[in-house]
């Protein structure tokens, strides 16, 4: 028996395990699960008893639906494979589905989870649609019977609108990016509204919209997005996104389209409503009108002007009154001065002459040349002219004739 390398056994079990195990399905629990910056995927696969080490590599990484999970239960279809440098084998993996479950549910369940867990499905940031939209975008097939329906819809209920077909993929694997890059086309001409829709089909045929690059491209979407992929029992990723779902393509255009004939009646609702209001905003101005008249002619500069007139008139009356009154009062009071004049003349002047009779006896009694008489001298005492017995023992007073002052003293006093 010939000695052989390490190399050389690993190749020879390496060519064993893959002519016999070229083609395995092993089902177990996911565990140590590394993502790698290359694409690949690398981890174990596990039971109750073993572990066997597996990888994914970018390709087939890359059509995976749904996002591997630690202690996740899975079905892997692949290949025995050595790893001849460490002489480990592993299972090379062609495809991954869930144990239990398919893999479409799977992935729809983790994304909306994870959707949901970023808020894209919160009520408070859909958007209202306008009432009287002008331009709408259809993202769909052009092809598609739905477009035909739903352009049906709107030459029925509402042709003052321009429509723009976003003609689109709407299955397969570059359906999601083509639906993606309408949306964001659709954003960015600010359309009244965007509807992404096609008709009914399988969960494989209507995949593309439970894709999370359709999701981000709602959810960034300025304008309002209608969702109307499917039948009414067909619930997408992009129904909860959108700001409306609608259940059917034609529903979607019922939804966002007002009814010309509907419009009619409203039109003609209001019309009789606008009448009976004018009708009463005519009928309750006639009345303040009327009213207004009233006060101005109760109030009017005219009535205010025969008003003051008869005022001053008045005034005028009572001011003569008061005029003829004065006048008769006076001249009976004049005739009064008139009659009592003598007799009260007559007591003035005698109260005069009396005052001039006085004044003058006491001139002549103060006359200069009556004090320079020859033996007379006039006496006073503090400046006030005396008479000689008013004057007692020791009392100073004054000699005053016309032309000498003399100081004197009484130092004597006897009556006579």
Request: hydrophobic share 35%.
């Amino acid at each position: 028996m010939s000695t052989i390398s390490v190399s050389t056994l690993n190749e020879q079990i390496k060519g064993l395990l893959e002519t016999t195990f070229s083609r395995v399905l092993v089902e177990g629990e996911l565990s140590r699960i590394t993502f790698h910056n290359s694409g690949h995927i690398y981890f174990s696969l596990k039971d109750n008893s073993s572990t066997l080490k597996a990888v994914m590599f970018r390709g087939n990484a890359s059509k995976l639906k749904f996002q591997l999970a630690e202690g996740q239960k899975v079905i892997l279809d692949g290949a025995i494979t050595l790893y001849k440098p460490r002489g480990e084998y592993q299972i090379n993996c062609f495809s991954i589905e869930p144990s239990g479950q398919g893999t479409l549910a799977l992935a729809y369940e983790q994304l909306k989870d994870k959707l949901s867990s970023k808020g894209y499905f919160e009520q408070s940031r859909k958007k209202e649609l306008p009432k009287f939209p002008s331009r709408i975008a259809l993202i769909t097939s052009a092809t598609g019977a739905a477009l035909q329906d739903m352009l049906r819809v709107a030459n029925s209920r509402y042709r003052a609108l321009e429509i723009d077909i976003y003609d689109v993929l709407v299955q397969g694997d570059r359906a999601s990016g083509a639906i993606a890059n309408a949306i964001d086309m659709a954003d960015s001409r600010g359309y009244d509204i965007a509807i992404i829709t096609r008709g009914g089909g399988s969960k494989e045929d209507l995949w593309a919209f439970n894709e999370e690059i359709v999701a981000d491209a709602i959810f960034r979407a300025k304008i309002p997005i209608i969702s109307a992929v499917g039948h009414e029992i067909d619930y997408l990723i992009s129904d909860f996104v959108a700001d409306v779902r609608a259940a059917t393509p034609s529903n979607a255009m019922e939804i966002c389209l007002p009814d010309t004939h509907e419009l009619y009646q409203y039109l003609d609702v209001i019309e009789q409503q606008m009448s009976h209001i004018v009708s009463q905003k005519v009928f309750t101005k006639k009345q303040e009108l009327e009213h207004l008249h009233k006060s101005y002619s109760q109030h009017s500069i005219q009535k205010q002007l025969t008003q003051k007139f008869i005022q001053v008139k008045q005034l005028q009356e009572q001011f003569s009154q008061n005029i003829s009154l004065k006048i008769k009062t006076s001249s009976n009071e004049l005739c009064n001065i008139k009659a009592r004049y003598p007799y009260v003349g007559q007591t003035i002047f005698s109260n005069k002459q009396n005052k001039l009779n006085n004044t003058l006896k006491m001139l002549e009694s103060n006359n200069p040349k009556l004090k320079s008489k020859s033996g007379f001298a006039q006496i006073s005492q503090d400046n006030k002219v005396m008479d000689l017995k008013d004057l007692n023992l020791d009392d100073n007073f004054m000699l005053q004739s016309d032309k000498v002052y003399i100081s004197a003293k009484v130092t004597k006093r006897e009556e006579i």
